[in-house]
């Protein structure tokens, strides 16, 4: 599968954005989709997860709260709503999939998009 996201730019603290996961091929309901970050100089991160139906979630305990990850099945996309966005905040995010039914470690994901820039300013 292959993984498209966008949505990223700069948005002033407090502010939100909403990042888009477009996913080519017919079998984007059988992954597990999932939400990273890498800050400048930093390892990449865990922000949330998505089960295959929508039904399970979860969250990096930086996020919760304030993120909301989902996804449209018929529309092939995950989501990630991003509110109260923090200076701490800013950084590539990419999205991913695994097959596996639960996964929030970067090893389990097989597929991963580009990456979008996400910069919150002070």
């Known amino acids: 599968v292959q993984l498209q996201a966008s949505g990223g730019g700069l948005v002033q603290t407090g502010g939100s954005l909403r990042l888009s996961c477009a996913a080519s091929g017919r079998t984007f309901s059988s992954y597990t989709m999932g939400w990273f970050r890498q800050a400048p100089g930093k390892e990449r991160e865990f922000v949330a997860s998505i089960n295959r139906g929508g039904g399970s979630t979860n969250y990096a305990d930086s996020v919760k709260g304030r993120f909301t990850i989902s996804r449209d099945n018929a529309k092939n996309t995950a989501y990630l709503q991003m509110n109260s966005l923090k200076p701490e905040d800013t950084a590539v995010y990419y999205c991913?999939?695994?097959?596996?039914?639960?996964?929030?470690?970067?090893?389990?994901?097989?597929?991963w998009g580009q990456g979008t820039l996400v910069t919150v300013s002070s």
């Open positions: 991913a999939a695994s097959s596996r039914g639960w996964a929030v470690v970067a090893d389990w994901y097989d597929y």
